[in-house]
């Protein structure tokens, strides 16, 4: 199936929910932690969804990264941007819809992203 990546505009937002889903679960697969799912179409202008994670290592935050961008293409989906590195315990993957953040323990805790942006809606919490 090909995501509709411009459902910004005004089209299709359930396949952007599916997208963002799907990287739940494959970051999921990979032992990624405290897994959190937003809705942040009301708050924010760039995307629709954030995946925030956390992996214990920069090798698992690599293994989540690689999961999650393997299952995406698989679907059809590319990431056009990433940022971060595995040295800065932070690594992004934009998919215009969809925003996932992988992080390591202490930079999740000092970016608390789950405060900054917490006028979303969260539509799914994994512990």
């Given at each position: 199936m090909w995501y509709n990546l411009l459902s910004r505009r005004g089209e299709n937002i359930l396949e952007g929910l599916e997208l963002a889903r799907k990287a739940v679960d494959a970051a999921s697969e990979k032992q990624a932690s405290n897994i959190v799912?937003?809705?942040v179409r009301e708050t924010c202008t760039f995307t629709d969804f954030f995946v925030i994670c956390s992996g214990e290592s920069a090798?698992?935050?690599r293994s989540?990264?690689?999961d999650i961008e393997g299952t995406l293409k698989k679907e059809g989906a590319?990431?056009?941007h990433h940022e971060g590195s595995l040295e800065s315990g932070w690594f992004l993957l934009d998919y215009t819809d969809v925003v996932v953040h992988i992080f390591g323990a202490a930079?999740?805790?000092f970016y608390k992203l789950e405060e900054l942006w917490s006028d979303a809606k969260v539509v799914l919490r994994v512990q």
């Open positions: 799912l937003l809705d090798r698992q935050i989540i990264s690689d590319r990431s056009h930079e999740r805790e």
